[in-house]
C-alpha cells in the first residue's frame, strides 16, 4: 500500500493543500507500519518530490539508517544545523550524501572538506553544483597528494581552478607535458637567470651506491632527507610508472642524467629496460630547467618552499666537497635585497 500510494503520489505536482494534508496522514501512518526495506523504497520518490509533506521528511529522519542518509542526500531545505552537524561528526556515510547535495552552503562544504574519509571528500570533489571556495580546495589538494583517485577526480574538473602541480603523479601523460611545460615557462620568464652549476657529484655518488646495494628503502630515505619531503612521497615517486616524477626529483637535485639513467635501470627495471622511455627520461631532464623541476617536485611533496632544502643541500654537498658555494637552484635575489618569491604549496 505504501509504495503504491507513493507511486500515485510523485506521479503529478500541483495538489491542493487539503490532499497533501490527507496524504501526509496516510502516508505517515502506513512509513509507521511498514517495515524497513519498503519504506527505503520510497524514500527517495518522497524526497525528490516538491511538495511531500514536511512531516513525512522528517519521520525518515526519525528512522535513522539508510532511510536518514537518502533524506539527507535528496531532502529539499533540509535543517542547515542539521547538516552542518552530520557533516563535521556524523557517520561517512551521512557526511558522504550530504556531499552530493546541490545546495550546500559554505561552512558545510567547509566541514566536509575537513574530513579525511575518501568516500566523503570524493562525493565533495565530484559535486559538481556546490561551491568549492579556496579553503576548500587547499584541503582537498592536500588530501589529493596522497589520494590518487581524489587527485583524478579533482583533473577532471575544468570548472576549477585548480592547480595541477600537486596532482602531477594523477596526471595523464598528456596533462604532465602541459604541466611540465608550463613550469617551464614560468621559470624561464621569472626573470631569474638559471644557473649552470655542476652536477651534484657527491650525491648522485651516495644514491648509486645504494641503488646498486638494492636497498630501495635506504635510497628513499636519502632522497627524502634532500628533498626535504615524507619518504611515503617519495616512495611514490618511486613506483610512478611513468617515471617522469623521479626524472624531475633527481633534476631538481642535481643529479648527472648518466647517473639518473643507472638509477633507473636499478630501481625501475620496466623503464630500464625500454630504450625509448629512457631516451625520453633523459631528455626531459636535460630540456627542463631545475627551478621547473624543483617546483613540480615541491608542490608534489607540499613543500612551502620549492627551492630552499634543494638548494641547502646542494650547498653542503659542495662545501664538504671543497667547492664554491653555491646559490639556490636558479634563484637569483632583487636588486633590493627583497627575499625570493615563494610557491606557496601548503595546501
Not at 496524504?23 to 516538491?50: K, M, Q, S, T
Not at 544545523?81 to 557517520?91: C, K, N, R
Not at 625520453?280 to 613540480?296: C, D, F, G, K, N
Amino acid at each position: 500500500m505504501l509504495r503504491t500510494i507513493v507511486e500515485q503520489f510523485v506521479a503529478r505536482t500541483g495538489y491542493r493543500q487539503s490532499d497533501l494534508q490527507e496524504f501526509g496522514r496516510l502516508a505517515g501512518g502506513l512509513i509507521d507500519l511498514a517495515e524497513a526495506e519498503a519504506v527505503v523504497d520510497v524514500a527517495e520518490a518522497l524526497c525528490r518530490h516538491p511538495e511531500t509533506p514536511r512531516e513525512l521528511i522528517a519521520k525518515l529522519f526519525d528512522l535513522g539508517g539508510t532511510c536518514a542518509r537518502i533524506a539527507l542526500e535528496h531532502a529539499p531545505d533540509a535543517p542547515l544545523a542539521e547538516l552542518t552537524a552530520y557533516a563535521e561528526q556524523g557517520p561517512t556515510d551521512f557526511a558522504a550524501a550530504i556531499a552530493r547535495r546541490p545546495d550546500l552552503s559554505r561552512d558545510v562544504v567547509s566541514a566536509l572538506a575537513a574530513r579525511s574519509e575518501s568516500a566523503v571528500l570524493h562525493a565533495l570533489a565530484a559535486n559538481r553544483q556546490a561551491y568549492l571556495d579556496p579553503g576548500a580546495l587547499r584541503s582537498l589538494i592536500q588530501v589529493a597528494r596522497d589520494d590518487q583517485g581524489l587527485a583524478r577526480i579533482l583533473l577532471d574538473r575544468e570548472d576549477l581552478d585548480v592547480d595541477p602541480e600537486p596532482l602531477f603523479l594523477a596526471a595523464t601523460p598528456a596533462e604532465r607535458e602541459k604541466i611540465i611545460l608550463s613550469a617551464c615557462r614560468s621559470a624561464l620568464s621569472s626573470g631569474a637567470v638559471e644557473s649552470a652549476a655542476r652536477p651534484d657529484q657527491r650525491l648522485g655518488s651516495e644514491l648509486e651506491a645504494l641503488a646498486l646495494s638494492g636497498d630501495e628503502g635506504a635510497t628513499i630515505s636519502r632522497m627524502a632527507d634532500a628533498l626535504d619531503a615524507r619518504k611515503s612521497r617519495i616512495r611514490r615517486i618511486f613506483l610512478d610508472e611513468g617515471g617522469e616524477a623521479l626524472a624531475l626529483a633527481l633534476t631538481a637535485l642535481g643529479i648527472h642524467p648518466d647517473v639518473a639513467t643507472r638509477l633507473f635501470i636499478c630501481h625501475r627495471r620496466a623503464a630500464g629496460l625500454d630504450a625509448k622511455k629512457m631516451r625520453a627520461l633523459r631528455a626531459l631532464m636535460t630540456s627542463t630547467p631545475a627551478r621547473a623541476a624543483a617546483r613540480i617536485v615541491a608542490a608534489i611533496n607540499g613543500n612551502r618552499d620549492p627551492q630552499r632544502r634543494v638548494a641547502g643541500w646542494r650547498e653542503e654537498a659542495s662545501a664538504s666537497a671543497g667547492a664554491r658555494r653555491r646559490p639556490a637552484i636558479g634563484l637569483k635575489a632583487s636588486a633590493e635585497g627583497r627575499k625570493s618569491a615563494r610557491l606557496d604549496q601548503s595546501a
